[in-house]
Structure formats: structure tokens, C-alpha cells
């Protein structure tokens, strides 16, 4: 296998720099997941638009098949990060332990909110469930906020210095 070359462009003379396939490929791999969680916190953005028309339209039946497709999406997610991304990352950064510790406790908290807010919608309605689900949704907000800028500030640290 032949290592992967960096050019410097804009450099007259610049010397080419030989870099490790190995790094090359952790460097892909880790911005292509970095894409996949960003890509998946637009999905869900979308989702909470849905719960929120359907709801405004007084649609109660679609605001539940969105909210299904929420948990659904919801539980796929946390998966995905807390079962595969963050354990790769604490891997190569365990001096991230306890931030990432720290945004999957929350995931886990968010998916009991989720099931509360679940029950609400069937027994007590739509008004208590869209109150509760509007300060789920900002609180989730937050979480993605604070949980991109570790992952960026992680990632950064990986990808500069392999």
C-alpha cells in the first residue's frame, strides 16, 4: 500500500509531506461520522417541525405517527453515538471521558422525558403534551449545542494531530 501524499499548494518548492494511511483513514472516517450526527440532529429538527404543524393543524393522529418517528429517530441516535461514536472517540481521546460520560447520561435522560412525553400525549392531550415537549425540544437543543462543540473540539484534536 503506498502512503498517501500531502501537497502544500501555494508553496513554491514546498517539500510534499508523506502521510500514514492509517491517519489518513481515521481522519475520513471520524469527520464522515462527525457529518452522519450533524446530518441526524437536522433530522430531528425536522421531526419536531412535523409534531409542531401537525399540532397547530390539529392533526392529534399525525402529530403521534411524528412523534413515533421522533422516539424512533430519538433511539437510533443515542444509539449510534452513545454504542459506537463515543466509545471511538473516548478511544482516541480519553482524556474526553468524562464530557462524553456526561452527553450520554443526558441521552438517557432524554429518552425517559421522551416516554413521559409519549404517555402525556395519549392520556392528558395536546396542550399538556406541547408543553412539555417544547421544553423537551429547547433542552435538546442545548444538548446538541454543547455535545458539537466536544465533538469539534475532539475531533480537531484527532484529526491535527493524529
Do not use: C, W
Not at 499548494?9 to 508523506?18: C, H, I, L, S, T
Not at 500514514?20 to 471520524?30: A, E, F, N
Request: proline share 2%.
Amino acid at each position: 500500500m503506498r502512503a498517501a501524499v500531502r501537497r502544500h499548494p501555494g508553496r513554491r518548492g514546498a517539500r510534499m509531506e508523506r502521510m500514514d494511511p492509517m491517519k489518513t483513514g481515521l481522519r475520513h472516517r471520524v469527520k464522515r461520522a462527525v457529518r452522519q450526527m450533524s446530518d441526524q440532529h437536522r433530522n430531528i429538527r425536522a421531526i419536531h417541525r412535523s409534531i409542531r404543524d401537525a399540532l397547530q393543524r390539529g392533526g392529534v393522529n399525525d402529530a403521534r405517527a411524528a412523534f413515533d418517528r421522533l422516539q424512533n429517530a430519538m433511539d437510533a441516535h443515542f444509539a449510534l453515538e452513545d454504542e459506537v461514536f463515543f466509545p471511538a472517540l473516548h478511544g482516541l481521546r480519553p482524556e474526553f471521558a468524562d464530557s462524553l460520560e456526561a452527553l450520554s447520561h443526558e441521552h438517557a435522560d432524554f429518552a425517559v422525558v421522551l416516554r413521559g412525553l409519549g404517555a402525556d400525549l395519549e392520556a392528558s392531550g395536546v396542550e399538556s403534551f406541547q408543553i412539555g415537549f417544547e421544553a423537551y425540544a429547547r433542552s435538546l437543543a442545548a444538548h446538541e449545542v454543547r455535545e458539537e462543540e466536544i465533538v469539534a473540539t475532539l475531533v480537531e484534536s484527532i484529526v491535527s494531530n493524529g
